[in-house]
């Protein structure tokens, strides 16, 4: 069938896509703001478990709706069908217009960053850099769905290597565990609530991204069975990882030198191994930067694929490539915004404003499982989500939390977020509009 994108990927492809797009530059830097906030290492560590299996909840729940909705689009279709297509395109319009391409944006230009402390490069360098990286990618992405999941496979091993070994290397050569004296508070008071809070926010942010593996779902063979394997193995390894990480920078650094750092794997490497170690740890960070980058150009170009087979966007980036089966106007789109981003550097500033409003998307996901089991009673579910309702119930729960939680925090950001998101539906209505 015309704009069909062709099958290829399997329960691996599905993981490591998963992991790659989830582990980008976070892990690396954000566990001594978990610790600040937390205040205390059992309270830190307690979050890190939570807020994975908080992601886990999610992705059991997505695991089901994408193995009975085996459509390209993803979370973006899903959306569609439980609350219709005005909400999906303000989705869509926003991950296009802010949160896929300004993540994409930030990443490279913190890749050109994490280039010039191997290398000298002036600003000028650096934003070369990020430019040649997005065309780069734009380029595997265009050139085939197989070959490029291949490279985002090949660079997620290199990072997950990279982060194994810190993890068995680290406390064998640190010393750091034996300077835990109080893991716990003394007392449970309002301060260390308000403080866990702000530290589980922080965690469900680096731990947010499983989501677009939903996207390439239209790709994978045998859908009903291996996507939501391969969703919910990917989710499993990246808790994995991210508790036992944090374990290595804690007997590498210490809680004190932990929660003072804000490039922990820096500054763990550099305790353990000296300050050339602490410099060339920035070439897998590098590497771990534009995997990230190359997960989310490959998976959420399907969102922009699906908006223009249902006629809700430019008709043009429903094509297929015919000689690649890829969503190639759709890559060139995102890349070229990308762009535009990067060398403007206004991505801080939307990201900053409107990110945190794609949760409100992700939790409406969790909605949707909900709405379709009362919906579709009868329907196939090769995979049902286990626990239900409650397990779609505490994943809605917690992206609410992030939700309110930003915008208690700071009431212009999330009045600007949700005011700039809802600006998707006078543009929804014109493209909609009768034909004259």
């Known amino acids: 069938m015309a704009n069909q994108l062709p099958r290829t990927l399997g329960v691996r492809d599905v993981a490591v896509i998963t992991v790659g797009t989830v582990i980008g530059s976070g892990l690396f830097l954000t566990p001594g703001g978990v610790l600040r906030n937390a205040g205390s290492v059992g309270v830190a560590m307690t979050i890190w478990v939570v807020g994975g299996l908080l992601s886990l909840l999610g992705a059991l729940a997505y695991a089901e709706l994408g193995c009975s909705r085996v459509a390209a689009g993803g979370l973006y279709a899903y959306i569609r069908d439980a609350f219709g297509p005005a909400t999906a395109f303000t989705y869509g319009w926003t991950l296009l217009v802010v949160i896929a391409s300004g993540s994409v944006a930030t990443l490279a230009v913190a890749a050109g960053d994490n280039l010039a402390a191997v290398m000298p490069l002036g600003d000028a360098g650096k934003k070369v850099v990020a430019v040649a990286l997005i065309a780069g990618?734009?380029?595997?992405?265009v050139r085939g769905t197989r070959e490029s999941a291949n490279v985002l496979g090949l660079a997620t091993l290199l990072k997950v290597a990279t982060l194994?070994?810190?993890i068995i290397v680290l406390p064998i050569v640190g010393h750091g565990l034996g300077e835990v004296t109080a893991p716990w508070p003394a007392t449970v008071d309002a301060p260390v609530v308000s403080g866990a809070l702000g530290?589980?926010?922080?965690?469900l942010w680096a731990y947010e991204g499983w989501q677009y593996a939903t996207f390439i779902g239209g790709e994978v063979v045998d859908p009903q069975k291996n996507f939501p394997r391969g969703l919910v193995l990917g989710s499993v390894l990246i808790m994995v990882i991210y508790v036992l990480t944090n374990v290595g920078y804690l007997a590498a650094l210490g809680p004190t030198r932990l929660a003072a750092s804000s490039a922990v794997a820096s500054d763990s490497v550099g305790a353990a191994f000296g300050p050339l170690a602490a410099r060339l740890i920035a070439i897998p960070v590098l590497v771990s930067i534009v995997?990230?980058?190359?997960?989310?150009?490959?998976?959420?170009?399907?969102?922009?694929?699906?908006?223009?087979?249902d006629k809700v966007f430019f008709a043009k980036l429903a094509d297929v490539h015919p000689k690649y089966g890829t969503p190639a106007t759709s890559i060139i789109a995102l890349a070229v915004?990308?762009?535009?981003?990067?060398?403007?550097?206004t991505f801080n500033t939307l990201l900053t404003y409107v990110v945190f409003v794609g949760w409100i998307f992700y939790g409406l996901g969790g909605v949707c499982v909900?709405?379709?089991?009362?919906?579709?009673?009868?329907?196939?579910?090769?995979m049902k989500v286990p626990g239900y309702p409650l397990t779609p119930?505490?994943?809605?729960?917690?992206?609410?939390v992030i939700v309110i939680n930003t915008i208690i925090d700071n009431p212009m950001r999330g009045l600007i977020g949700i005011g700039g998101t809802l600006l998707a539906l006078p543009v929804y209505a014109f493209w909609r509009r009768p034909a004259r």
């Open 393 to 400: 119930i505490l994943f809605v729960a917690s992206a609410l």
């Open 199 to 203: 530290a589980l926010v922080s965690v």
């Open 337 to 345: 915004w990308s762009v535009v981003l990067a060398l403007s550097g």
């Open 164 to 166: 194994v070994v810190l």
């Open 370 to 382: 909900i709405i379709f089991r009362r919906r579709e009673p009868d329907a196939p579910r090769p």
């Open 137 to 141: 990618l734009a380029v595997i992405n």
């Open 291 to 309: 995997s990230a980058g190359h997960g989310i150009m490959l998976t959420s170009s399907r969102v922009f694929h699906a908006m223009g087979q």
